[in-house]
């Protein structure tokens, strides 16, 4: 599998493979984070969410891990399929801010069979 | 399995007209928002609404921008003098709570010629 400790902005793998995408969030008092994915000319969809008071949490072929300490959030999809190719970001919620989404650089992931 | 919808899908103004943008959350969410996305870029928060009210706003959601609910299912953003810079994806999105996920409509592409 591919993974990738920095975030970066494209991610090739191959189909089968399990893919680790990576963000650093802004700030340290968010407390709910969102991972999207975004598929050319649509709108965000929405895959897996995660609060603070938890480290990690698994969907459908999907493990997002929570690392508050650095401030850092992955998305781990496992045997990666050539529809997940596709433009993927976190978004976090700072408390007391208010209840919009701040989101992070996208990285988009591609997947060859 | 309920989703936001959004008209048009694309809208093509003059600089200086006005457009109204326009939404339907799903229908037992509470909190409205729009979000922009100039093209390659990241999704940029706008506005939220809840309560028949603006609730929170960005820096970008300045006089020209307004919002609206004008009946129980449709939720509008209308720029009031169109800008080149203006030219980007518009989504709209909702949330049952505020502080859960935000789902959103497929988005309208605004040009501004």
């Known amino acids: 599998g591919e993974s990738v400790g920095l975030h970066l902005p494209t991610l090739s793998v191959q189909e089968g493979d399990n893919s680790i995408i990576n963000c650093a969030y802004s700030?340290?008092?968010?407390?709910?984070f969102i991972w999207y994915k975004q598929e050319s000319g649509k709108g965000p969809q929405f895959i897996i969410d995660?609060?603070?008071?938890?480290d990690k949490r698994q969907g459908q072929r999907v493990t997002v891990l929570l690392n508050k300490t650095v401030k850092h959030l992955s998305l781990q999809i496992a045997a990666t399929q050539p529809g997940d190719s596709a433009v993927y970001f976190c978004?976090?919620?700072?408390?007391?801010?208010?209840?919009?989404?701040?989101f992070g650089k996208g990285t988009t992931l591609s997947v060859s069979s | 399995e309920p989703e936001v919808t959004q008209t048009p899908s694309h809208q093509v103004t003059q600089m200086g007209q006005e457009v109204i943008l326009r939404c339907v959350p799903i229908?037992?969410?509470?909190?409205f928002y729009w979000y922009r996305q100039i093209l390659g870029q990241k999704v940029e928060f706008l506005v939220s609404?809840?309560?028949?009210?603006?609730?929170?706003k960005s820096e970008i959601f300045d006089d020209q921008f307004s919002v609206e609910r004008p009946d129980g299912s449709n939720f509008t953003l209308k720029i009031r003098s169109t800008k080149l810079e203006d030219s980007a994806m518009y989504f709209c999105?909702?949330?049952?709570?505020?502080?859960?996920?935000?789902?959103f409509g497929p988005g309208t592409r605004l040009t501004v010629l």
């Open positions: 995660i609060r603070s008071n938890m």
């Open positions: 978004a976090e919620n700072i408390p007391g801010v208010g209840t919009a989404l701040i």
């Open positions: 609404f809840y309560n028949n009210e603006i609730s929170e």
């Open positions: 229908s037992n969410h509470l909190y």
């Open positions: 700030n340290s008092a968010s407390d709910y």
């Open positions: 999105a909702s949330s049952f709570t505020g502080q859960d996920g935000q789902f």
